[in-house]
């Protein structure tokens, strides 16, 4: 199956940096990719579809100035948490859906902590 | 990882009727959640139940999860064309990573 990595896979930042999550599909072509983010205890949520060489498509409530994406090439989407804050720490988790099918490969998630 | 399996793997029914879906699991959970994903398109949350609930209802959706059996059923009641898509239980593990079931593809016939 496919192969999605992150990095870093887990990072700690001061509130008001900003912080880069890089997404990588190592052995296919991804034109589309989808961000989550998951709290404790709680369930996956959809963020925003990155698709390559376009805008991202947001999900109701997820601030686009705060989450800002970039898919520039067909093996690599970015997710910039912009002036972080502790309230935004959260496990983030990158995904991709092979064409014609439903199948979605994880990666393996980043956890931010922010202090 | 995939640890959940889902029955059935496809079922097809006519617009109006119920359908049920099933999900088992292997070892303790903390919640288990449900989800939807239409083809082509990112997933999305429809119902988490917590290991201490029996049942939960949103809309026209009801989950059941029974601890004993380590199973959980999706009904949607007054299934809809737009219904048609995947779903997928979720368990967390001690580590609250979601480990998830294969999938079941709803089709909605109108």
């Known amino acids: 199956g496919a192969v999605v990595s992150q990095h870093p896979s887990w990072v700690i930042c001061k509130s008001g940096t900003s912080v880069k999550i890089e997404c990588r599909s190592l052995d296919f072509q991804a034109t589309t990719m989808f961000w989550y983010r998951q709290f404790p205890k709680q369930s996956l949520m959809l963020m925003a579809t990155s698709n390559e060489g376009s805008k991202a498509t947001y999900e109701q409530g997820v601030e686009k100035d705060k989450f800002l994406i970039n898919h520039a090439s067909l093996t690599l989407s970015t997710l910039t948490v912009t002036s972080a804050h502790p309230e935004d720490s959260s496990f983030y988790i990158c995904?991709?859906?092979?064409?014609?099918?439903?199948?979605?490969?994880f990666g393996p998630g980043t956890r931010l902590t922010v202090l | 990882s995939q640890q959940g399996e889902e029955d059935p793997q496809a079922l097809s029914i006519q617009e109006g009727e119920n359908a049920t879906m099933n999900c088992s699991y292997k070892t303790s959970i903390n919640n288990l959640q449900w989800y939807r994903q239409n083809s082509g398109r990112g997933l999305v949350h429809l119902i988490l139940i917590r290991s201490n609930e029996r049942e939960k209802h949103s809309g026209r959706l009801r989950v059941t999860l029974d601890t004993s059996k380590k199973s959980s059923s999706l009904l949607i009641t007054a299934s809809r064309a737009a219904d048609t898509a995947s779903y997928f239980c979720a368990t967390d593990d001690s580590n609250y990573q979601l480990i998830w079931g294969a999938g079941t593809k709803l089709i909605i016939k109108p």
């Open positions: 995904s991709h859906a092979t064409s014609g099918t439903d199948t979605q490969y």
